[in-house]
């Protein structure tokens, strides 16, 4: 099991920037990636950047690519979204998910945490 515990989410003005973090914790040495995904109220879960565990290649969705940063400390074993020039519709409920080497999805989930852009 890898408990993940999700932090830094708040209220904000359009233009501002928020750094998440998300602690795993537990057998983190089978981890090969992690990722930030959020959930808007109406709207499908979405997948916003993720990053590989050891090499730390990134990939970003599309919405947030020049103005999200993934980043991760595998040292401290921690993940970080640091995320500039936010925009109202970057107001969702966001989440750290970690997968093991060899799966082809997300095993474990941490709580939300909320980030909340007003225009």
């Known amino acids: 099991q890898v408990p993940l515990v999700a932090s830094g989410g708040g209220l904000v003005q359009a233009g501002d920037s928020l750094r998440l973090s998300c602690t795993a914790s537990?057998?983190?040495?089978?981890?090969?990636?992690m990722a930030w995904f959020r959930h808007a109220p109406g709207k499908e879960r979405e997948f916003v950047a993720l990053?590989?565990?050891?090499?730390?290649?990134?990939l970003y969705a599309t919405s947030v690519k020049g103005r999200f940063t993934i980043s991760r400390d595998n040292t401290k074993n921690n993940l970080y979204l640091e995320m500039n020039s936010l925009k109202p519709e970057d107001t969702a409920e966001y989440f750290c998910?970690?997968?093991?080497?060899?799966?082809?999805?997300?095993?474990?989930w941490g709580q939300g945490t909320q980030v909340t852009v007003s225009s």
């Open positions: 998910a970690a997968q093991n080497q060899g799966r082809s999805f997300y095993d474990y």
């Open positions: 537990g057998r983190t040495e089978n981890l090969d990636q």
């Open positions: 990053i590989t565990w050891m090499g730390g290649a990134a």
